[in-house]
């Protein structure tokens, strides 16, 4: 989204223009793609760093880990497919 000419007009122009009627909003980056999003209109000033939240899960129902590690709980053993790094990170940073 953020390589693609057309998609980072879309969010320069659109997409800033709607965040900036929302300006107490809060937006939460709950894949790494819209979080690239997030930090690139960070990067642009389009929004205040304070107004995001990064390091979020998207709490897909196929990786109940995900939803178990934001809460904390450590119970479950880690998927082999998962890197526990950035969800450790995500989780300090929220």
Do not use: W
Request: glycine share 6%; charged share 25%; aromatic share 6%.
């Amino acid at each position: 989204m953020t390589k693609h000419p057309l998609l980072r007009k879309y969010q320069l122009e659109n997409f800033a223009a709607e965040v900036e009627e929302l300006k107490d909003a809060v937006f939460v980056g709950l894949r790494r793609q819209v979080q690239k999003v997030l930090d690139h209109l960070i990067k642009e000033r389009v929004l205040n760093s304070e107004q995001v939240i990064g390091g979020m899960l998207h709490p897909s129902p196929n990786c109940n880990y995900r939803i178990n590690n934001l809460i904390g709980d450590r119970s479950a053993p880690v998927p082999h497919a998962t890197n526990p790094v950035p969800y450790d990170l995500g989780r300090r940073a929220f």
